[in-house]
């Protein structure tokens, strides 16, 4: 049986439970590591091919849209007011619910909802750059509601808040790093109330004290873990408690005053791959230790052409990653070789969402709105070109044989 074997049966026994089949419970998926359920997904589509249906949307963004069974969770604002909206699979809008003002972006590519929601199933959790969390039932019916910024201090990033809230089985977890108090909070996911909340002050140089990127939930043994990766370290922490359980400094070791961070990390089996340096560093760490583990858990680095937006992906002994500027390689998870890599036709424009990728194909989403689908089997050859002539920030989501493709002003559903 030969590596591509390998790898493709280990995909699909990760891949083998219901949850994974039918649900996207978040930006990442549900093991936050990009990766969707074994299908017959579409490869290529045009504004018109291959369209089940597609709504319009009241606002830009770069929040990606959720899903649960039957619905179909999007963030965004109206009319000055933060937006949350269900739609179901026939692209109908079954309710929508404003939640507190509007804060505009500041960038080009930013927005006032570039978190997105994150579901457990029963209830969805909405995260805005005004600082409002709330949480709904799937009725639409609001549970809590609370303001971050009015309860612990205001948003003092440079940028536009991207960090999305996590889920454990007990709380909702936020991260906020930037000029000081940066924290990481847990709330009680029934009441909104706080369970706890810790610093996370670690003296980084000016704009590398900020970060853009969302946690990742992990289970080591019986304890599940949170990994925060900012402010030029990447901690772990009981999620239970909030207690550090071990850190990784050496993201940035000359002090560089600029390197915010704003791709997320991915875990792949004991290994977690973190991006860091504006595209300059890539490094995976062996998960678990006590205290500092910088030198004693670094597994593999490299140190130039890795991206500094799109997060990475993780299948099977494989991590996907996409450069801003459009290369695309396959590592080894344990090394950190190349594999195979490709350059996507060059073009003005960069990549900002991230990999999304199956059993046989990755999926890039360049911000002109162009798809590339790649064949994992060929040497990630391109297979497609899809345009749709709208800009696109946010990551698309496979699910349930389906591609849902936020543009700038539409919602796609995508399907064969």
């Known amino acids: 049986m030969n590596r591509r074997h390998v790898t493709a049966l280990v995909f699909v026994l990760c891949c083998s439970t219901s949850s994974l089949a039918e649900n996207w419970p978040n930006w990442r998926g549900p093991n936050f590591d990009g990766v969707a359920a074994p299908g017959d997904y579409p490869v290529q589509w045009t504004t018109t091919e291959n369209v089940i249906w597609k709504v319009a949307l009241p606002s830009s963004a770069g929040s990606t849209p959720i899903v649960w069974g039957d619905h179909i969770f999007v963030d965004g604002a109206r009319d000055g007011k933060n937006l949350v909206q269900c739609f179901d699979w026939d692209g109908n809008i079954q309710w929508e619910r404003e939640q507190g003002t509007e804060r505009q972006g500041k960038h080009r590519k930013g927005s006032g909802a570039n978190p997105s929601p994150v579901t457990d199933g029963q209830h969805v959790y909405c995260y805005f750059k005004s600082g409002d969390l709330s949480c709904y039932d799937f009725t639409g019916k609001l549970i809590w509601q609370k303001n971050l910024q009015a309860e612990f201090g205001p948003d003092s990033l440079w940028w536009d808040l991207g960090t999305s809230p996590v889920l454990t089985d007990n709380c909702v977890i936020v991260a906020c790093m930037q000029d000081a108090p940066s924290y990481v909070v847990a709330l009680d996911k029934r009441t909104g109330k706080q369970v706890w909340k810790v610093d996370r002050n670690l003296n980084a140089p000016e704009e590398s004290h900020q970060a853009y990127t969302t946690p990742i939930v992990t289970k080591r043994g019986d304890t599940t873990v949170l990994l925060v990766l900012g402010s030029d370290h990447l901690t772990a922490h009981d999620a239970q408690t909030g207690t550090e359980l071990w850190r990784s400094a050496g993201f940035n070791p000359t002090g560089e005053t600029r390197y915010r961070s704003i791709a997320s990390a991915v875990v792949s089996g004991d290994t977690v791959v973190a991006p860091y340096a504006r595209g300059k560093l890539l490094r995976a ?22 991206p500094d937006v799109p997060t990475p992906a993780a299948v099977g002994d494989a991590i996907i990653v996409c450069t801003d500027k459009g290369k695309v390689m396959e590592l080894d998870v344990a090394t950190g070789k190349v594999r195979v890599e490709r350059d996507l036709p060059a073009g003005r424009d960069a990549f900002s969402a991230s990999p999304a990728v199956t059993q046989s194909h990755v999926y890039v989403t360049r911000e002109n709105g162009t798809t590339y689908v790649l064949d994992r089997q060929q040497e990630l050859k391109v297979i497609a070109e899809n345009r749709m002539d709208e800009s696109v920030i946010a990551t698309p989501v496979l699910i349930q044989n389906r591609v849902l493709l936020r543009t700038a002003e539409h919602l796609y559903c995508l399907g064969s």
């Open 285 to 306: 760490l062996r998960l678990g230790g006590h205290g500092d583990v910088t030198d004693s858990h670094l597994a593999w680095e490299i140190k130039s052409d890795t």
